[in-house]
């Protein structure tokens, strides 16, 4: 079976579920499209009420749906709570604000001319969705909520690792009162992707995931002239200045490359110390990693989930190898983890040259590097120096400092004094090979509409 459902704490094969046939994937697509003819003339308010409803369903059953969460991915039990929040949110941020964000802009006319321009936001019709396996709900959200309230119609193709997920949150609109066809998830191969990005009826693709998927999705889907938004990956620094607070940013470095067990795009996974503080940033830095403990997911007292996969975690250990093979410091701190579950040693590599093959490599898991930087200037320059660039972090005593050293960095987005994180008012994206098209505030919901000019001008008017 493609679509498989593995605790990672056990290794235990829970679920499988076969892969739609092509006659089923036919009909998705046309109960899509007959929902769309109506769901486009829906009233923002009654689209609104099923998202406020899907918002409401996601809170009181969130230790349902976050259970869930922890045993298919190996997500910490708290954070699959925060993340059932954070999508209720995501939900409930676009039911408020979708009618505003798409009002008509009215174009200001010329002094003296007659007539009037405006311009309207209408919805495409159905959009594919191609997500990951890290946030299996908030991805989901994020595609969901601002195109559906945009009048468009949603088909989604999860993660291969999380099919229970996916599934519930087909059923979480349809417990909501949307009707069949609004929101549609699939179990399908790279073949029948390919196919429905093919199709006239399919009108933009939304994905999240590797720069590989990204390139092969985005090439496609400029083959037959459809937009696309890309949200790839990246190797976010977190820049670390002179006169930071240590013991707070310590903290909060742990924080950004630990936070979903580390398995986060946005996770700081570059730590760039400047020189003076090095040593003592760094020996803090290890025993913090080092104060890990991991166990089950479930339990309060992990603090060091397993990865999402046995094969992901051998995929990170290949990565270290390399690191070390070619001349870097690799230092495994903490008790040893458990041998059995899809766990990997927390890691901090240093000394990383700049022709080390994992010098621009995009760690997923409790490994982090850090490097060295003469001064501020050098440090951007280590952050610049990726061929990704979603996000970043400035920790500084210097709020101004920070600020102005922020807009040096090329990325989508820089947080000062705190790791890169997300919320629903908070547009995300980034820029190289982490992608284009931006989620999440009014940005997100612009993506996926038609600006339509309609311009009235009098019939006289001289030509």
């Known amino acids: 079976m493609s679509y498989a459902s593995t605790n990672p704490f056990t290794n235990q094969t829970v679920a499988t579920f076969r892969d739609i046939t092509d006659h089923e994937l036919d ?61 209720a949110s995501i939900l409930e941020y676009y039911a408020d604000n979708a009618e505003a964000f798409l009002a008509p802009q009215v174009l200001p006319a010329k002094s003296g001319e007659a007539g009037h321009a405006v311009v309207h936001s209408e919805p495409l019709g159905i959009l594919l969705g191609i997500q990951p396996w890290n946030f299996p709900y908030y991805q989901l959200a994020r595609v969901a909520g601002p195109n559906l309230m945009a009048g468009n119609v949603v088909i989604v193709k999860h993660a291969s690792i999380v099919p229970q997920s996916a599934a519930a949150f087909e059923k979480l609109f349809l417990d909501a009162g949307a009707p069949k066809g609004l ?56 820049i670390v200045l002179a006169d930071a ?55 309060v007292t992990t603090t060091l989930p397993p990865m999402s996969s046995q094969a992901a975690a051998d995929g990170l250990r290949a990565q270290v190898k390399t690191a070390r093979e070619h001349g870097a410091i690799v230092t495994e701190v903490g008790p040893t983890v458990p041998s059995s579950g899809a766990f990997v040693q927390p890691t901090v590599i240093t000394q990383i040259s700049a022709d080390n093959p994992v010098y621009d490599m995009e760690f997923f898991g409790p490994v982090a590097l850090v490097f060295r930087a003469a001064d501020a200037d050098n440090a951007v320059r280590i952050a610049n120096d990726s061929s990704y660039g979603l996000g970043g972090s400035i920790f500084t005593t210097d709020i101004a400092r920070g ?61």
Not at 72 to 85: D, F, N, Q
Not at 420 to 432: I, M
Not at 437 to 457: C, P, R, Y
């Open 245 to 299: 607070d240590m013991d707070k940013t310590v903290a909060w470095a742990l924080w950004g490359r630990m936070n979903n067990g580390g398995q986060c795009c946005v996770a700081s996974k570059r730590i760039i110390v400047e020189e003076s503080i090095a040593d003592e940033f760094t020996a803090k830095f290890l025993d913090a990693m080092a104060g890990l403990e991991a166990g089950d997911p479930l339990l």
């Open 27 to 87: 009909n998705v697509v046309v109960n899509a499209q007959s929902t769309f003819l109506s769901w486009k003339d829906t009233s923002f308010g009654d689209r609104a009420k099923i998202m406020h409803r899907a918002a409401v369903l996601l809170r009181d059953n969130a230790a349902e749906y976050a259970r869930l969460l922890t045993l298919e991915m190996g997500k910490l039990y708290a954070e699959s709570v925060g993340e059932v929040e954070l999508s």
């Open 183 to 238: 929101y549609s998830n699939i179990y399908a191969t790279k073949e029948q992707l390919s196919s429905m990005i093919d199709d006239p009826r399919i009108r933009g693709v939304a994905l999240t995931g590797s720069e590989q998927a990204g390139a092969i999705v985005a090439a496609r889907a400029g083959k037959n002239l459809k937009k696309s938004t890309m949200e790839l990956g990246g190797t976010d620094a977190l």
């Open 403 to 463: 600020e102005a050293l922020a807009q040096k960095i090329d990325t989508g987005m820089v947080f000062v004094n705190h790791p890169t994180w997300t919320r629903a008012d908070l547009p995300f994206g980034g820029v190289k090979k982490s992608g284009y098209g931006h989620e999440l505030s009014s940005a997100g919901i612009q993506e996926f509409v038609n600006k339509k000019l309609i311009n009235t001008v009098p019939i006289d008017a001289p030509a």
